[in-house]
């Protein structure tokens, strides 16, 4: 599987951004879906997560009520709707495909990954 993220930007607080991964293959439901964010001098941390079929999401804690992921299987995307957004969401955001329909929320349960893409929020 290959993954492309895109949408990241440069937008000031309060404000929205919807980020998108593209995958590759025909068996795009096959596959969890993660976002991950690294900001800079910071570890990689977990941000969303959404089951195959679509039906189990998960979200961290700091991004509850603000951000929401989606996914469109006819599509093999991904989307991670970001709204409210905060200086402290600056990072670059990743995401990830694992080979079950199971959502995780530890990056070590991923097998494929996507290039990343900048956020930046300024107050």
């Known amino acids: 599987v290959q993954l492309q993220a895109s949408g990241g930007g440069l937008v000031q607080a309060g404000g929205s951004l919807r980020l998108s991964c593209a995958a590759s293959?025909?068996?795009?439901?096959?596959?969890?879906m993660g976002w991950f964010r690294q900001a800079p001098g910071k570890e990689r941390e977990f941000v969303a997560t959404e089951s195959g079929s679509g039906f189990s999401t998960a979200a961290a804690d700091s991004v509850k009520g603000r951000f929401t992921i989606s996914r469109d299987n006819a599509k093999n995307t991904v989307y991670l709707h970001m709204n409210s957004l905060k200086p402290e969401d600056t990072a670059v955001y990743y995401c990830?495909?694992?080979?079950?329909?199971?959502?995780?929320?530890?990056?070590?349960?991923?097998?494929?990954w996507g290039q990343g893409t900048q956020v930046t929020v300024s107050s």
């Open positions: 293959g025909r068996t795009f439901s096959s596959y969890a």
């Open positions: 990830a495909a694992r080979s079950t329909v199971v959502a995780n929320k530890r990056e070590s349960g991923y097998d494929y």
